[in-house]
């Protein structure tokens, strides 16, 4: 038995604790553990190297992904897809840990489907993947925003400023919710809740005139343009408005202590489902306990939105 890991769209703070759970789970089994470089496509081009344990020493802290990652449009195309397997195959490769987002999971699919044993780990900032609560990064990036708003909030209260921040979650409004709660924002705007500009102004302008010394506005990206929004804001409100775009500074740094035991949990995991003779799965953390679905299964269910929090976070503000 031979286990080959990549990683795949996107990186996310923790995927390097992730490949060295596989890795160090596979050699503590006996098993021929294989690295696969620059994600689908160092299968096609056949970037693919034996590892041992010492390839994975010192990177549990390190931020971003050693296997490096790639995006590859042609992968959908099943001569593509061949030439990845027949890679694999010549190498006595039959078993695959792909760690990623949706994205990686749709090509982890046609994998599965065209023989290969596939296992996938949830890796993504945005927390957008279903039948999971976590996605390994979501929780190194959340910190990484509300350690932003927490400065910004500052600089507006000593400015008497209302700041309109951008954070990332392109089809998942999790990153905006969840930060927007723990750093007391006075609004939150997602795509699940959808955006009321004219509500949103209204009670920004109420917020001003009952004396608030300053604003926080986390907003999803790809809903409105900020710096457009704040000029509105300004005119209509009396505040004193500054957009600020996060942007990509949100997945890069060290992974929180949470992201790594998850990031571990997750990646021996895989190994132990492989070892069982489960393929075509993905693993998830539900209620602090792991578990495994069907991909298409993973790909078709809706996830699930927290409209508590969202409540909660209203009564609050």
Same mark, same amino acid.
């Given at each position: ?7 795949? $769209?996107?990186? @996310? ?16 089994? %006996?098993?021929?553990?294989? @690295? ?5 496509? $160092? ?45 694999? #195959? ?35 900032? %945005? ?11 979501? %929780? ?7 350690? =932003? ?9 000593? #400015? ?15 990153? @905006? ?25 209204? %009670? ?10 300053? @604003? ?53 995991? =895989? ?39 969202? #409540? ?6």
């Amino acid at each position: 038995m031979k286990i080959a890991v990549l990683t795949s $769209g996107g990186d @996310a703070p923790g995927m390097n604790a992730a490949i060295r759970a596989v890795v160090r789970n596979a050699i503590y089994n %006996d098993i021929e553990v294989y @690295a696969v470089f620059e994600g689908y496509r $160092g299968l096609v081009e056949n970037l693919i190297m034996p590892v041992d344990r010492t390839f994975v020493s010192e990177v549990i802290n390190r931020g971003g992904t050693i296997l490096r990652t790639a995006r590859l449009v042609e992968f959908k195309e099943k001569s593509v897809r061949k030439v990845a397997i027949d890679n694999l #195959h010549r190498l006595g490769i039959n078993h695959l840990v792909v760690i990623g987002g949706d994205g990686s999971y749709v090509g982890a699919l046609r994998l599965s489907e065209e023989g290969l044993n596939v296992i996938c780990i949830p890796g993504t900032i %945005d927390n957008d993947i279903a039948l999971t609560d976590f996605t390994i990064g979501f %929780d190194t990036a959340l910190q990484t925003i509300v350690d =932003a708003v927490d400065k910004l909030r500052d600089t507006s209260s000593s #400015h008497h400023r209302c700041s309109l921040i951008e954070v990332m979650g392109r089809y998942c409004g999790d990153l @905006a919710l969840y930060a927007g709660t723990a750093s007391g924002a006075e609004l939150i705007i997602t795509g699940e809740r959808g955006f009321d500009k004219q509500k949103m102004l209204e %009670d920004l302008k109420r917020n001003r005139l009952e004396g608030k010394r300053h @604003a926080l506005v986390i907003i999803s990206e790809r809903i409105i343009d900020i710096k457009e929004l704040s000029k509105e804001v300004e005119e209509y409100t009396g505040f004193e408005t500054r957009p600020t775009v996060l942007g990509y500074v949100q997945r890069g740094g060290r992974p929180t202590a949470f992201d790594r035991v998850l990031a571990s949990k997750m990646g021996a995991y =895989a190994v132990d489902l492989l070892i069982e003779g489960v393929s075509g799965e993905c693993v998830g953390i539900v209620g602090n306990t792991l578990v495994h679905d069907k991909i298409e299964k993973v790909l078709v269910t809706p996830r699930f939105v927290n409209l508590k929090l969202y #409540h909660d976070s209203e009564k609050l503000r």
